[in-house]
Each structure stands twice: as structure tokens, then as C-alpha cells.
């Protein structure tokens, strides 16, 4: 028999555990605002320092290398999942229902994840030198697409699976055709999953490191990249470097609240078939 006292008491103590878990993981995050809204000499001072507050850190972060960081970021990683999408849709689908190339064909399309980046990345750089396209934005978006292609395709395949063969088969006894079933019965309901497939494969491009380390060129770097290089000979500029993380979780962060119940109920879906 339940004790009425003991089970408030077993809720209370899940509420504090679940609080100590949310602020284990909140707290880096504002730390880091707490920096970026302090004066460069401040930041790091001991005993920790709680004003005076300050933008000036934001504002130097949007007028120089970080501003134009995160206009290619935003770019690049855009385009990733405009050109990405419909054709991971399609490929998706063309696996899952279709059979392309059997399991070999798919076992290649999740080997490409299973691959060090670093393997990619070398033949990448020379093949875009020979090209003309390194240190060039077309050139990231090309190479980020290698990679999250594959990765949404694969998202994507297990979401198609899950969706019933009876409501295709319906559209097909109705006259439709191939394509009439694809972009008019299994896109809309496919909806979730194209969200979370889209929103995992911007965030993939949006905090790639390697690819662009190697492959940007001085005005096409993006925000990891300008990131890692706030360091001079006089240190770490540490609350730029803070006000520049601010920035660039900022847009994330916003794309996430407006999809996430897209997101969540996309991952579900493809996870239950």
C-alpha cells in the first residue's frame, strides 16, 4: 500500500534530481553568457566578477571576422539542406521501396558514416585544388554534402518503411502515377521526418570543423573555424570568443524551439516502424 507521504517525498527528491541534471548542463551555456557580457579583462578574473555589464563583445563579434563567419555558416549550411533534402528523399525512398541496388547499395550509404572524416577530407582538398573550388563556398557546400546526403538519406529510410504500402497502393488503384504518389501521398506525410532530417543536417554542416579548416579559404571561413583561430599572442580573447559561442548557438537554438515537436515526433516515427 502507498504511503501518501513517502510518495510526495519520492517526487520531490526526482524534481530536485532532475534539476541538478538541467543545471549540470545548463551551466556551461551561461557561463558562457555571463563572459560574453563582461569586459575582455573581466571574464576571466578571480574571485568571479558579476558586472559592470556590457555588448561590446557582441558588437565587435558581428562587426569582424565573426559576423562574416556566421553569414557563411548560415549560407553554406542553407544550401546544404535545400540541395541535400529532396535528393535524400528520393533516395531514401527509391531504397525503401524500390530496392536501389539492393543491400549493397545501402550498406555504401551508411559505410560513408562509418568513414573518419579525415580519410574524405585529404582526397576532398586535392581533387577541389585540381578544380578550382577550394577555399571557395561552392566547394564547402559540395564537400558538406558528401557526407549529410548520406546521413539524411538514412534518416529518411527508416521513416519511408514505417509509412503503410496500403495508402501508396490506394493512390496507385486511383490512377496515380509513381511520381504522383511520391510527391502527393508520401511527402506530406512524411512531413515530420523531412523536419528532422533537415534540422539534424543543417546542425551537422552548421558545426562541421574539419572540412571547413581545410577546405575554406580567408574570406569563406565559417564559425568553428573563426572560432578556434580567437587566439593571439596574448592569450585566448576569451570574451569574444564567449560572445561568438552565444552567436553562433543563437540561430540553433531558435531553429530547434520552432521545429522541435517536428523534430521529436520525426525521430519517433522513424524509430517505430
Not at 599572442?233 to 540561430?251: D, I, K, N, T, W
Request: hydrophobic share 60%; net charge positive.
Amino acid at each position: 500500500m502507498a504511503v501518501p507521504g513517502s510518495s510526495r517525498a519520492l517526487r520531490h527528491l526526482a524534481h530536485g534530481l532532475l534539476w541538478a541534471f538541467s543545471l549540470a548542463f545548463l551551466l556551461p551555456l551561461l557561463w558562457t553568457l555571463r563572459s560574453a557580457l563582461l569586459p575582455e579583462g573581466q571574464a576571466y578574473a578571480l574571485p568571479p566578477v558579476w558586472g559592470p555589464w556590457t555588448l561590446e563583445n557582441f558588437a565587435q563579434a558581428l562587426g569582424g571576422p565573426i559576423g562574416k563567419a556566421l553569414r557563411n555558416s548560415l549560407l553554406v549550411a542553407s544550401l546544404v539542406v535545400l540541395l541535400g533534402l529532396p535528393l535524400a528523399a528520393g533516395l531514401a525512398y527509391a531504397l525503401a521501396r524500390y530496392r536501389l541496388g539492393g543491400e549493397g547499395l545501402r550498406f555504401a550509404v551508411l559505410a560513408t558514416q562509418m568513414l573518419p572524416p579525415i580519410v574524405l577530407a585529404l582526397p576532398l582538398f586535392a581533387l577541389f585544388r585540381l578544380l578550382g573550388l577550394a577555399g571557395t563556398l561552392q566547394g564547402l557546400v559540395l564537400a558538406y554534402l558528401a557526407f549529410a546526403l548520406p546521413f539524411m538519406a538514412w534518416l529518411l529510410l527508416g521513416f519511408f518503411q514505417g509509412l503503410p504500402r496500403e495508402l501508396e497502393e490506394a493512390a496507385y488503384v486511383d490512377g496515380a502515377s509513381p511520381f504522383g504518389v511520391f510527391f502527393r501521398i508520401v511527402l506530406p506525410l512524411s512531413a515530420p521526418g523531412l523536419f528532422a532530417a533537415g534540422v539534424l543536417g543543417f546542425l551537422l554542416s552548421w558545426n562541421e570543423f574539419l572540412f571547413a579548416l581545410l577546405l575554406s579559404g580567408r574570406d569563406t571561413q565559417t564559425i568553428p573555424v573563426v572560432l578556434s583561430a580567437l587566439i593571439t599572442q596574448r592569450g585566448v580573447l576569451f570574451a569574444q570568443v564567449a560572445a561568438g559561442v552565444v552567436l553562433s548557438v543563437l540561430p540553433v537554438a531558435l531553429l530547434a524551439r520552432l521545429v522541435d515537436r517536428y523534430l521529436v515526433e520525426g525521430l519517433t516515427l522513424g524509430a517505430v516502424k
